[in-house]
């Protein structure tokens, strides 16, 4: 009698082991096949398309304002901004993009009581202050996660190096193993030393697209190591440590000035906030002066006036090194 209890609690052991290991089996199958569908980075979705490496190099230096030609937009510190922004998306759209914001903002604005000339004397400014703004927070996104991902591109780097792999094939596996903005990136450089741009032509190249603030560590290395010589493997884990530091440090100065930003945060969101709840709970509290011109004047220039206080809040705050 105990030994048919065992054989069946044997059975039932078996058989929940047998089903743990298949829901695994299943899960592992549909995992990897994801995995294979999903491209790691935009080159690679590219590449997928079934564009040859050229075509592909192509696409991704038009996409981001490096191909060379010029156009009435292509005003030299925007396009440096919009390449290192990596925006995507054809310029010309994108300024209407930001043109019809600016109308919209101007229209809800004369809609809810400014006088005509004041919402058209709106648009100018705001045509010319979205797109800038819009692209310098796409670039700062950008920089932070590029930041991250170059200490662990460099030891990918070194290691490949250490297996005996010339530094063009170690830059292409970057490309192939890590996702944007790195992958991208690192493989535009790859494509152009294909192509018969030079090692150190294609690093600056990349320097000039991304304009981040370790990457020219990165680039006079190679450029040092390719004329004079040296053990760029050596130099390359140095160089991790470095830029993994200065990370920190950035960190650090960062956490120790939050408080004039949130000073900043408070000041600007505390008038808003108070103007919201009286236009709320006393709707009527308003309804005499929305029609005088001299209201938007006055509430324009405390606009004005509370943004200029927050820029040099911002700058007390923000420390480059």
Known sequence: MMDDGATLYAIYAAAGLAGIMLAEAFYLLIAGSRDRRT???????????????????IQLRKERGVDGNRSIFSIDRFRALRAQSGLTMPLPRFLMVNAGVALGIAFVAVWNGAPFIVGLAMVPPLCLALPILSLRHLRKRRHKLFG??????LELITRSLKAGHPVPVAISMVAREM??????EFGMVA??????????????????RVGHDDLPLFVTAVSIQSTSGGNLREILDGLSAVIRERGKLK????????EGRMSAYILTAVPALLMTGIMVLMPQFYEE??????????????????????AMMFKMSNFRF
């Open 148 to 153: 991250i991902q170059l200490p662990e591109a």
């Open 179 to 184: 996702a944007d903005p790195i992958g991208t």
């Open 191 to 208: 494509d152009e030393v294909t192509y018969g741009s030079d090692l150190v032509g294609a690093l600056q190249n990349m320097q000039e």
């Open 39 to 57: 491209a790691i980075n935009r080159r690679m979705r590219l590449q997928e398309k079934r564009l040859s490496q050229e075509q592909v190099l």
């Open 251 to 258: 960190r650090k100065v960062r956490a120790i000035s939050t």
């Open 289 to 310: 002066v929305w029609g005088e011109p001299m209201t938007w004047y006055l509430l324009g220039g405390s606009i004005a006036w509370l943004m200029l206080g927050n």
